[in-house]
Nanobody
């Protein structure tokens, strides 16, 4: 599966932004998809993940209650809706897929396919 993330840009603190991850492949609904982010000088970290059917999701504590992950398997897309943005949310965001049998996991090493990343900056 190939992934392409988009939706980055510049947003003010407290604002909202939506990132999208478009996937290729006919069996997209079998892949769990996660979002990760990497701020300058920091390691890539887990943000959120969603199961193949979209029924289950999992969030990092730092974004819980502010970010929502969802998917549309008919369109092979996963969306990350981000609200109440903070300056510490500034990063390059990546989407990734875990091949079947896929799980809701948070480790960078556990994902098999990665998109190219999209950057956004939260200005204070």
């Amino acid at each position: 599966v190939q992934l392409q993330a988009c939706g980055g840009g510049l947003v003010q603190a407290g604002g909202s932004l939506r990132l999208s991850c478009a996937a290729s492949g006919r069996t997209f609904n079998r892949y769990a998809v996660g979002w990760f982010r990497q701020a300058p000088g920091k390691e890539r970290e887990f943000v959120a993940a969603i199961g193949g059917s979209g029924d289950a999701s999992y969030y990092a504590d730092s974004v819980k209650g502010r970010f929502t992950i969802s998917r549309d398997n008919a369109k092979s897309t996963v969306t990350l809706q981000m609200n109440s943005l903070k300056s510490e949310d500034t990063a390059v965001y990546y989407c990734a897929a875990d091949r079947p049998p896929s799980r809701l996991v948070a480790g960078v090493w556990e994902y098999d396919y990665w998109g190219q990343g999209t950057k956004f900056t939260v200005s204070s």
